[in-house]
C-alpha cells in the first residue's frame, strides 16, 4: 500500500513533533471542549487539553488520562497553513476494576484561526470508529509552572 504522507514516519521518529516555528512556540496549550457524533459512545473525550511545553514536544491532557490515571500522551503534531493535524493513542489501560480498555488511535484537525477541532478515533482490532467536533481556545504565554500544573491534570 502506497503512503498517503511519505517522509512523515521518519521525519516523526527524528523530531517527535513537527512544527513550523514561531506559530507554535512553546508555553501555550488548547483547551477544547468536544462532542461526539458518530460511534459508540464515551470514547471521544469531551474536555480535552493540548499542552506544548516549549521544549519541542506535545501532550494530550484528557478525559481518557484523567479516567484511567494514564500519564499524559504525547501527541504528534503537523502544521499544514492554518490546520494542526494531530495524532496520538491510548494502550495498555485499565479501568477501576482493572478491565483491560481497548487500544485507540486518535487522529484529529485543529483550525488555528477558528479554534475548531474534528476528532477521530478507531480501537485497534474492532472495525467501529467514533468522532467528534468541538472548539477549542489558546492560552499563550504559559509559564513552566502552568505547563506543569496543566500536564498533572
Known amino acids: 500500500m502506497k503512503s498517503r504522507m511519505p517522509g512523515l514516519a521518519a ?17 501555550m496549550a488548547y ?8 460511534g459508540p459512545g464515551g470514547w471521544v ?4 487539553t493540548m499542552v506544548f511545553d516549549g ?3 506535545a501532550k494530550i491532557v484528557d478525559d481518557h ?5 494514564a500519564a499524559p500522551r504525547p501527541v504528534r503534531v503537523r502544521q499544514k497553513g492554518d490546520a494542526l493535524k494531530l495524532r496520538w ?8 476494576y482493572d ?3 481497548p487500544s485507540f488511535i486518535f487522529s484529529g484537525t485543529l483550525d488555528t484561526k477558528t479554534g ?3 476528532v477521530r478515533g478507531k480501537p485497534q482490532r474492532y472495525s467501529e470508529s467514533v468522532r467528534g467536533n468541538g472548539t477549542c481556545a489558546l492560552r499563550k504565554n504559559l509559564s513552566d509552572k502552568e505547563v506543569n500544573r496543566l500536564l498533572r491534570g
Open 11 to 27: 521525519a516523526t521518529i527524528v523530531s517527535g513533533i513537527l512544527l513550523a516555528p514561531p506559530a507554535l512556540a512553546g508555553g
Open 55 to 57: 521544549q519541542g514536544s
Open 116 to 118: 475548531k477541532i474534528k
Open 31 to 38: 483547551n477544547c471542549t468536544i462532542k461526539q457524533t458518530a
Open 45 to 48: 473525550p469531551r474536555d480535552l
Open 99 to 101: 478491565n483491560p480498555i
Open 65 to 69: 488520562t484523567r479516567g484511567y490515571k
Open 89 to 96: 493513542s491510548y494502550g495498555m489501560m485499565a479501568d477501576v
